[in-house]
């Protein structure tokens, strides 16, 4: 028997919150209907493109289903082997390819926001090799565009490089922001610099805990610093919150954790 969260979490904070559908050991559906009675949003993680990481059609209308059951709401990660800015055009190519076909396959669900990585791939950090991976990004987002893919439908995720990097893209294709609060964390980012800059275009949050460079861990393992930091941002917020972690143990230690700080999070929000 899989444990079940004490209670429920649906519509306690201003912001929704959720988690990744990967605390227990099974698969997509189950995953979300052991899930679904306690919290507002599941992030479905689709971390590799080959259709034996997918979810089948049968599964993405079970998945509908349950939404439907406890009035929940899906995000979706999108896989982390495609790659929109690699040097090699077949690569790029696949990636446009691979988002294009998992948003066809999971558009039923009607998802908040599809999260997407864009690692930076070349070898060093000098302007002119980032300035060629960026020009590959834009045509890879032109791509994508035409195709009849919303650019606010997708959220770009924080990763190891700075976001400025990625502003103009962001604006000429009207992005959404996933700020992955662990990974700013992680790569010794500001926090509040990037979360101010990026509000008003992010989308989803991915929060999660950090300690001696290991991240995705429980909110209880944050620095008091850090803590302090995430419960400011978390006040100025109404989007979607996801508790990245892959647990049980480690989703209920968030949750308590946030419990914590409930009073600071006391929303109306229907």
Same mark, same amino acid.
């Given at each position: 028997m899989h444990p079940a969260l004490p209670k429920s979490y649906?519509?306690?904070?201003?912001?929704?919150?959720?988690t990744t559908s990967f605390i227990y050991p099974a698969g997509y559906v189950q995953n979300v209907r052991m899930l679904a009675p306690y919290l507002d949003e599941i992030e479905l993680l689709l971390f590799e493109s080959a259709p034996e990481g997918l979810p089948s059609t049968h599964k993405v209308e079970q998945l509908f289903n349950v939404s439907n059951e406890f009035d929940l709401t899906y995000n979706i990660h999108l896989p982390l082997d495609i790659f929109l800015g690699a040097p090699e055009r077949s690569i790029r190519q696949f990636a446009l390819e691979t988002v294009i076909r998992i948003m066809?396959?999971?558009?039923?669900l009607s998802p908040s926001t599809y999260t997407l990585h864009l690692p930076y791939d070349e070898a060093g950090f000098d302007n002119e090799? @980032?300035?060629?991976?960026?020009?590959? *990004?834009? =045509?890879?987002?032109?791509?994508?565009?035409?195709a009849g893919i919303s650019g606010d439908m997708i959220s770009i995720e924080t990763l190891d490089y700075p976001m400025d990097w990625l502003e103009d893209i962001l604006v000429d294709f009207n992005l959404s922001v996933c700020i992955d609060v662990g990974h700013l964390m992680l790569f010794g980012f500001d926090l509040d610099a990037v979360f101010n800059k990026?509000?008003?275009? %992010?989308?989803? *949050?991915?929060?999660h805990g950090v300690d001696n460079q290991k991240?995705?861990?429980?909110?209880?393992? *944050?620095?008091? =610093?850090?803590?302090? %930091?995430?419960?400011?941002?978390?006040?100025?917020? =109404?989007?979607? @919150?996801?508790? =990245? @972690?892959?647990?049980?143990?480690?989703?209920?230690?968030?949750l308590n954790f946030l419990d914590n700080h409930r009073d600071m999070f006391l929303t109306n929000r229907s």
């Open positions: 649906k519509g306690s904070f201003s912001f929704k919150i959720g066809d396959l999971t558009a039923s090799q @980032v300035k060629r991976w960026r020009d590959r *990004l834009d =045509e890879s987002m032109k791509k994508l565009v035409s990026h509000k008003k275009r %992010t989308s989803i *949050l991915h929060l991240d995705h861990l429980p909110l209880d393992r *944050l620095t008091k =610093e850090n803590a302090e %930091t995430v419960i400011r941002m978390l006040k100025q917020y =109404e989007g979607v @919150v996801s508790l =990245e @972690v892959f647990s049980f143990d480690h989703l209920k230690a968030s």
